[in-house]
């Protein structure tokens, strides 16, 4: 079968979900047997977004061969089985980037460097790319159709039906139909608006999505069908949900995948949706509960977190648990003279990476109350590292422990470049990226979480433990539970003597999928509901209650 192309745009606003809408129609026709792959292209100059402020880009996702690049490439992870890589992720940055450097080689002998042809035939390239041994590849383009960033792409999409066959491309859009309150209607305006941007650009949408909080009725869809010029069964109710997980569902209720193999003229089986249908429902109606508090200093956009929350909530899957997510502002825990209450609530303490000097004794602060307290922690990257100087300052009594990160005069660095590190001058992407292998140590929390003695994590980060205290940090109780083949990089450290706590230099959360929990989470939401009912708090969710209160996820219903 030759390869068919799926090309998702957005308009009226962002934020209205493309990722998850490129996510979930990858899952649906892979359910059908299809094999697929996904890749986002983003209208951004930065070449990628790891230099970004998570402010602002929200959460780096990090691929296998070390790609740095959008969250949207950890929602197509979770919900299908394609892997991803550099190939599935381009910038504006990089497209000019791999022009100008043709450019210079003289690739184009000597003619005028245009946008078109030139920066359209580089994307219509990068498509091509990953085209290679499937069936189907679903092409989600950022930003917002009117934004002029995005025009090269728009216009390289507009191109790509000629170059490879009408039959071969289904254009999809995104977009709003609010609900106003005090008309007490939906309204179709802005959805008729962001199509006809888009047809004047030389693009008529097969299919939309229309985000919304209810159901569309066939009177609506009808009138959508009108005004935007397409048939009434391809106007898809991209409806509001209790969890992500279960748009997949509602896009299948729709026909929206029925829809799409008619429009690209595909033969396939009937969707297999009995794993999202259990997903779904150990979400929504969970027998267990316990709280988990995340201390960082991104919690005021959850899309910091993105990978991170959702592999809390795979490790809630696995133990039949609704994981309340607590998130706590590291900076207040060093500012508030009663910073103690806010972690009371928790079953388990989770501090995650980050950069930066900013929040960094209020994190271990919080560190040092898990261990004190024997409450579950789990320290991640950055939080490993800090667990490590929160040992050396207040077990090893090295006073002045740190990290040359954050003082480059500690008397103690017991976390610290090494050597290859300390000549890297430049920022993007020069720090320890992607997969790495591991080896645990038997008998340990690592390697009875795992069920073996290899792994392989991904990483981020450019400092290590420093191996000089290696002795004194173990001397005193710690344990280097997991070594780089070599032994010359310690991954993991656990303190045996505790309930659970342990820290990884890598980030665990990126290999998590709801249909396949990460082993340390799903270990660590099992320690929070023991530490819970040793508190003697309730542990399980009365049945009613389970069944008719199932609480809405914010972070999920906005995403």
């Excluded at 039906?161 to 209607?185: F, M, Q």
Aim: aromatic fraction near 8%; charged fraction near 25%.
């Amino acid at each position: 079968m030759k390869t068919k192309f799926i090309f998702i745009t957005g308009g009226v606003l962002s934020s209205l979900g493309k990722g998850l809408a490129a996510a979930s129609i990858g899952a649906l026709l892979e359910s059908r047997g299809l094999r697929i792959t996904l890749q986002k292209l983003d209208p951004y100059i930065n070449v990628d977004p790891g230099t970004m402020n998570p402010f602002q880009h929200g959460e780096v996702f990090v691929t296998d061969d070390g790609a740095e690049t959008d969250l949207d490439l950890g929602h197509y992870e979770r919900y299908t089985e394609a892997p991803m890589s550099k190939k599935n992720n381009y910038t504006t940055g990089q497209i000019y980037y791999n022009v100008i450097r043709k450019e210079r080689r003289g690739d184009y002998l000597g003619g005028t460097v245009q946008v078109i042809p030139h920066i359209t035939d580089e994307i219509k390239r990068c498509i091509l790319e990953v085209a290679e041994g499937v069936d189907l590849v679903i092409v989600e383009i950022g930003g917002t159709v009117g934004d002029i960033e995005g025009l090269p792409f728009l216009e390289a999409i507009r191109q790509f039906r000629a170059d490879v066959g009408k039959e071969n491309v289904c254009y999809i859009h995104l977009t709003l139909v609010p609900y106003i309150s005090t008309a007490g209607e939906l309204k179709t305006k802005p959805t008729q608006h962001s199509v006809k941007e888009l047809r004047a650009i030389g693009i008529q949408p097969d299919i939309l999505l229309c985000r919304t909080d209810r159901y569309l009725s066939p009177e609506l869809k009808a009138k959508i069908s009108l005004f935007c010029n397409i048939p009434p069964d391809a106007v898809i109710t991209a409806k509001d949900v209790e969890t992500i997980y279960e748009v997949p569902l509602v896009f299948h209720k729709e026909g929206l995948d029925e829809k799409i193999v008619e429009v690209l003229n595909i033969w396939t089986r009937a969707p297999v949706l009995t794993e999202w249908e259990r997903i779904v429902e150990k979400i929504k109606n969970p027998s267990r509960i316990s709280n988990v508090a995340i201390v960082g200093k991104y919690v005021h956009l959850k899309e910091s977190y993105k990978s991170l929350s959702e592999a809390l909530i795979h490790g809630g899957i696995a133990n039949d648990c609704r994981v309340n997510l607590l998130y706590i502002d590291s900076e207040e825990l060093e500012r508030d003279e009663n910073w103690h209450a806010k972690l009371g609530e928790a079953d388990a303490i989770l501090v995650p990476g980050g950069f930066g000097h900013r929040g960094i004794e209020g994190k271990i602060r919080a560190i040092q109350y898990a261990r004190e307290r024997d409450i579950p922690f789990f320290g991640i990257c950055l939080g490993m590292q800090l667990a490590v100087i929160e040992f050396a300052r207040n077990v090893c009594g090295l006073q002045g422990a740190n990290s040359s990160e954050f003082d480059p005069q500690s008397p103690h660095p017991v976390i610290d470049l090494m050597p290859e590190q300390k000549e890297v001058h430049e920022k993007g992407g020069t720090m320890r990226l992607g997969s790495y292998p591991c080896n645990l140590m038997k008998g340990t929390l690592a390697h009875r979480a795992y069920g073996r003695t290899s792994i392989a994590e991904r990483h981020r980060h450019r400092y290590e433990l420093n191996n000089v205290y290696r002795e004194v940090l173990t001397s005193r109780g710690m344990r280097l539970s997991g070594l780089s083949p070599d032994n010359r990089l310690v991954e993991i450290v656990e303190l045996p003597d505790k309930r659970w706590f342990l820290g990884c230099q890598f980030h665990p959360e990126f290999k998590s999928r709801p249909r396949d929990p990460h082993p340390l989470f799903a270990s660590f939401i099992e320690a929070a509901l023991s530490y819970r009912a040793f508190r003697g708090l309730e542990v399980e969710i009365p049945t009613a209650a389970a069944s008719s209160s199932s609480r809405t996820r914010p972070d999920a219903v906005n995403a």
